[in-house]
């Protein structure tokens, strides 16, 4: 089972992340689309050697990936009256385990990406 863990919305909590990124995927080369936020562009991150950022221009949401796997998360949620909280959150967990390495792919693959990694 795995388990979460709170990361703080900072360059320190983006360096935390990027690191534990990085000791989890050791073998391959990781590509991280980000937007322009300011704390995924801190002079102080370090960027582990088996990650790579690109970043998105400015106001270019369409170009996000994981806007895409938002938008069908929305779908799925929509319409569907929730009783409670707990209710609703059951829901989303229920979806977000659902989905596969292949379902994420084809959701977030956008051709520019694959072009990118063909490089």
Sequence with gaps: MSRSVAIASNSDGFQEFLDRFADRF???LNVL???N???HKAKSLSIPDNVRLVFLPPYSPELNPVER???D???H????LHQTLS???QRVQEKLQSYTDEAVASLTGYEYLLDAARE
């Design 26 to 28: 050791p073998q391959s």
């Design 69 to 71: 796997l938002w938008q």
């Design 87 to 89: 209710a609703l959150k």
């Design 33 to 35: 689309v980000l937007d």
């Design 73 to 75: 998360l929305k779908n």
């Design 77 to 80: 949620m929509a319409f569907h």
């Design 37 to 39: 936020g300011r704390f």
